[in-house]
């Protein structure tokens, strides 16, 4: 079966759902989502959106901050685009109904790790939550915009998937839409169109404890890859210092509950599980410190101490405001046995945010014609080698608001003639005891990336990682081109790539910055730091 239509978007986040709402204006839209469409990770972030909405804060003030965070990896231009533009993002939110915590007239704006000032918009502790409320209810009322639920992107349609074109050269390729597997009747579906947008999210199932959703296998950073895009700094994998440590289930894809980065910013201490503050020890800034440097801290004192987790105390702040201000956090502790009010919380670091991705230019255009990437998808330039909490959610407002401006011009500027591309070959057949096969490599992949490619690394460890990935590469491929195509054996193939590239990445940086500390090289070059970059050589379908 075959769809066509101008703009196809992969992903129901915030990056999918607002690129969607800008495109509509002048275009039809297919938005494919490979579970409901508020599934994401946008619906669990908590804290909120970076954005300068108040006389005592400045532009320079954040893009300074930024810069910081990005410990001298950043796009400064990209940077300014990112904190000069939020503002009319944050605005045209709350025009299309998205209702943020205010103190009177003005955002109750608060404050996070790494920011020099409080600037953070939020909707209580479930900001995620509210903004993907409003912009799917938007967004499902537009005429010309098709939501796909239950539809996953396989691989984009290039001139790989056309035999007279497979060898063509990898810098003039074009991006033609996607296959998709529609989950409930078991077909693989072709959607054409004159421009396809990566919305596709994040990358966190790759380790075993993450924030991150079961969605968040990577499909979109390695579909890009295969299809021969470029793709940079994929070893900066932001672990969040502070999840809630649970014992763990037998489930594959836990997804940890973030104790949000606001708790600290609202007062909360780091302790020892015997008690004692810690931070002091690390950085001047103690607990406000920058997500890096706290994570390296917690994962320090575990080793030291050989303990599962630390304690971040807040109960030293009145019972009525902890509870006004994370009534989430607070029922989530409570469900487990945890009064936030009197007890202190057990954290663990965990995989939270991938700051590289599919290279775009300032709009959202990747290396592969009439393809574009948005979101945590995307690497536009503005986290460095470490994003500063909240502009995670800002990045993908204000570059899928720059995507679409390109998508416009495309369209009315070139005509796009979409060839004949086969259907997928629906051949093979799957054994019962091959879903075994998947769900363990699953987990292997997930226990090498904790064990080598963790918060601390080192060229012994990240070269172990590497051989045994190969090795899992080469099976997992094997397998796909085998059997039928399901979800869990496209996502588990797509877990295995991004762990490849990770890998990969971060044995090419010789030297520590920022989310990526090696024991062999502790300090940053003195060299004028530079992105890596890695791309597909050669094309697998
Ligand atoms: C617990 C948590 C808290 C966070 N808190 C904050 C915060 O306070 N502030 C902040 O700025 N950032 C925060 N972040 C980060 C931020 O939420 C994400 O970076 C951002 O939401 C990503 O948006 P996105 O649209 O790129 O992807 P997502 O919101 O993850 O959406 C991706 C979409 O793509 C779909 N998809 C994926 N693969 C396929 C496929 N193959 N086919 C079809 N569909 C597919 C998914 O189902 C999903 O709908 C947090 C993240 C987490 C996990």
Known sequence: MEKTTDVLIIGSGIAGLYTALKVSKFANVILVTKKEKTESGTNYAQGGIASVLDGTDSFENHINDTLVAGAALCDRERVEILVKEGPEHIRELMEIGTRFTMSGNEFDLAREGGHSHARIVHAQDLTGREVERALVEYVSSVPNITILENHLAIDLLTEHNIKKLKNSPIDSRHCWGAYILDIENEKVIKIKACATVLASGGIGQVYLHTTNPAIATGDGFAMAYRAGARLSNMEFIQFHPTSLYSTGTSSTREQAFLISEAVRGFGGILRTKSGDRFMGKYDSRLELAPRDIVARAIDSELKKEGEDFVYLDIT??????????????????????????????????????????????????????????????????????????????????????????????????????????????????????????????????????????????????????????????EEVEEFYKKNKVFSSLIELRNLVTCAYLIVKCALLRKESRGLHFSLDYPASSQDVPSDTVIRNKYQKS
């Open 316 to 473: 030293r702040k009145p019972a009525s405001e902890i509870k006004v201000h994370f009534p989430n956090i607070y029922e989530k502790c409570l469900s487990i046995g945890i009064d936030i009010t009197k007890d202190f919380i057990p954290v663990v670091p965990a995989a939270h945010y991938a700051c590289g991705g599919v290279i775009v230019d300032s709009f959202g255009s990747t290396s592969l014609q009439f393809l574009y990437a948005a979101g945590e998808v995307s690497m536009t330039g503005v986290h460095g080698a470490n994003r500063l909490a909240s502009n995670s959610l800002l990045e993908a407002l204000v570059y899928s608001g720059r995507a679409s401006a390109a998508i416009k011009k495309q369209l009315e500027t070139k005509s796009t003639v979409l060839p004949q591309i086969p259907d997928w070959d629906e051949a093979g057949v799957l054994t019962p005891d091959e879903m075994v096969v998947i769900s363990h490599s699953e987990k292997e992949v997930k226990q090498l990336m904790s064990d080598y490619v963790g918060i601390v690394r080192s060229d012994l460890r990240l070269e172990r990682a590497q051989r045994r990935i190969n090795t899992l590469f």
